[in-house]
């Protein structure tokens, strides 16, 4: 299995900590020690991908805010990870005066300007720090990846190219340009880092196409300047890709409006709907116990706690795409286990307890002391599976409050219907006027859905009718103008999307109720069983990766930045299936979506990375609908 852009981006990363020199394998030499000055930027980069102790173990001591108040340290080398942005370059112009650190070693997230590299150099220089400024180097790892196929732009100002920033009425063209390139500079430092020049795919007339036109220009130049390009040599050849290039997919959140409003039922999506979800971390509200404190005592002060769902946690990789309802039974098991493991050992103490009073004790001592030794030796392991179990069962709790407390089930299965167009059981105003069924926001999102893949849209009655019963609901209409403008401009240019026959089979409710002692009581939720379906991203993909002539991807525009000449031809060159792909929505993705994807990649034995220009949920989403919404 070829390296992942996980892997590729925490290689460089520790090659970076490592003063930009292969880190060496089996030395048992001491790290040299050194601070780490980061800005949000670089904080965001290197959260997802290394954890504290493993900075440690690379030599990092220290690692601190670049705009932090910051104690000189006279005698230690420190490597800065920054953006080049001016405040920035001001601040480590500061640092060089102030004599902070011994030396100075500069990396910047994406390229840095000429300009500003000199006022980099004249600022060491009046500050007589010339030979502390060890190197400078561009690092080109503006980008995040939350998982082994999964990577978005940016989490600091990530509005700045959010949907609502893309599709505001007001956008000037300078603006635009700007979002653009924002874009490709991560755009282009994520092939850098995966050392693939891709074949580039988009449709036609909206912000995609103009990140592919702007994206096959930069690496267009990146490799006619052969001095200087990043995708010679020593990158390209060791990378999963040197035989065969990747298809670069470029879609627009236009395409489908209805997946990020969708309820869900799969593990990490639902995490990513119902709690807070950050770069691959939760945050949860502790503390607030089902009883209420008695009267007149304070009340409890919510704790908060943060869980890393990461890539080493074994449990999380392989259920983070089930259903529910599985993940639900296999905490139980997993903490079933557990208990079996816990009491053996309680058993095998209670055994040692024995003063050798009779003979029986003696015989079992000796083969015990073995059981021991393994059973003391398994304890770290145990350890850990206890943090792990601990922490999805809390995880798993939470999300299960959420679903019973909004009805969630029901609304995922009303809406699979919808996007599936089945048949439907009861009538939406009997969910939306349902006091019980969840939040205004959860009947705003139905009903959007409802709207969104409805092929004639309500009439104007029933319309009014609806809107009567979602303003006593609660709701805040802006979204649904902004949606109503949408839909009428999307009329005119394409077909409504079509989510595929999925449909959910509902196995009924639970069938065996969780044993007594299992603190996830699943009574009353449905048990529902995803069928395997293409959402439009992934069916786009599908016909672009096998070359399928399909109406919805034969208008898509084909770039390929190695080509001497920028033709303009829509014919590919290769007439064969890509193997290896990367879908790239513009405007904000979701998980849903990457599971979609994973689950397609699976089937059809292929590499699939997705990235989007900014993660968010549904009630992020609905925020930027509305704010375009009441424009």
């Not at 705009?67 to 405040?87: G, K, L």
């Not at 089930?322 to 309680?346: C, G, H, I, N, T």
């Not at 994807?597 to 509305?626: H, P, T």
């Amino acid at each position: 299995m070829a390296a992942s852009v996980r892997e590729k981006q925490t290689a460089a990363l520790k090659k970076m900590l490592n003063f930009n020199s292969p880190p060496l394998k089996n030395s048992t030499a001491e790290p040299v020690w050194k601070v780490l000055i980061y800005d949000r930027f670089g904080q965001d980069v290197i959260s997802p991908l290394l954890s504290v102790k493993e900075l440690r173990d690379m030599g990092i001591t220290l690692h601190l805010l670049l705009h932090s108040d910051r104690d000189p340290i006279p005698d230690v080398p420190a490597i800065y990870f920054v953006m080049p942005t001016e405040e920035n370059i001001d601040r480590i112009c500061q640092d060089l005066r102030n004599q902070l650190y011994e030396s100075y070693y500069l990396n910047f997230i994406s390229a840095i300007s000429r300009s500003k590299l000199e006022d980099i150099a004249s600022a060491a220089l009046a500050a007589n720090a010339v030979n502390q400024v060890t190197k400078v180097y561009d690092q080109y790892l503006n980008f995040i990846t939350l998982e082994d196929d999964m990577f978005i732009l940016c989490h600091q100002n990530k509005e700045l190219i959010s949907y609502h920033a893309i599709n505001r009425g007001d956008l000037q063209d300078t603006d635009m340009d700007m979002m653009m390139d924002t874009i490709v500079d991560s755009l282009f430092c994520f092939f850098v880092t995966l050392g693939a020049v891709p074949i580039i795919r988009c449709p036609r007339g909206n912000a995609a196409e103009m990140v592919a036109v702007k994206l096959d220009k930069k690496l267009r130049e990146n490799l006619r300047d052969a001095r200087n390009s990043l995708f010679t040599g020593d990158n390209m050849a060791a990378g999963p890709f040197s035989f065969q290039r990747p298809l670069f997919v470029l879609a627009d959140r236009n395409v489908d409006m209805a997946t990020p409003l969708h309820h869900t039922w799969t593990y990490q999506a639902l995490i990513h709907d119902v709690l807070e979800f950050h770069l691959n971390r939760v945050v949860m509200e502790e503390g607030a116990g089902a009883d209420p404190p008695p009267a007149g005592a304070r009340p409890k002060k919510k704790s908060r706690k943060t869980y890393d769902l990461t890539g080493a946690d074994k449990f999380w990789q392989k259920h983070k795409g089930s259903p529910f309802p599985e993940v639900a039974e296999s905490v139980q098991e997993e903490l079933d286990s557990y208990r079996a493991q816990e009491d053996e050992v309680k058993r095998l103490k209670s055994i040692m307890g024995l003063e050798g009073e009779d003979e029986g004790a003696i015989s079992m001592l000796s083969d015990n002391t073995a059981k021991l030794t393994s059973a003391v030796s398994s304890l770290p392991e145990l350890l850990e599976k206890k943090r792990l179990i601990d922490l999805h069962t809390n995880v798993a709790t939470a999300v299960l409050d959420h679903i019973k407390s909004r009805k969630l089930d029901v609304y995922f299965e009303y809406e699979e219907k919808l996007m599936s167009k089945s048949a439907l059981d009861k009538s939406l105003l009997d969910i939306i006027t349902d006091p019980d069924a969840g939040t205004p926001e959860d009947k705003m999102r139905l009903f959007l859905i409802f709207y969104i893949t409805s092929v004639q849209p309500p009439s104007e009655s029933d319309l009014e009718q609806y809107r009567a019963a979602l303003l006593d609901a609660g709701c805040d209409l802006s979204p649904l103008n902004y949606i109503k403008q949408w839909k009428a401009f999307t009329k005119m240019a394409a077909t409504p999307a079509n989510y595929g026959n999925s449909g959910v089979k509902p196995m009924g409710l639970f069938s065996r109720v969780m044993n007594s002692g299992s603190q996830l009581v699943m009574e009353g939720v449905k048990n529902l069983v995803l069928k395997q379906h293409n959402l439009p991203v992934t069916r786009i993909l599908d016909n672009l990766m096998e070359m399928k002539s399909n109406p919805e991807t034969d208008d898509f525009r084909y770039f390929d930045p190695k080509m001497l000449r920028g033709s303009e031809s829509s014919i590919p060159r290769n007439k064969n299936p890509f193997q290896e792909a990367i879908v790239f929505v513009v405007g904000g993705g979701n998980y849903i979506e990457y599971q979609n994807l994973v689950d397609f990649a699976k089937s059809k034995q292929k590499r699939v990375i997705y990235g989007c220009s900014e993660l968010f949920n549904a009630s992020q989403f609905i925020k930027q609908l509305s704010l375009l919404g009441q424009k």
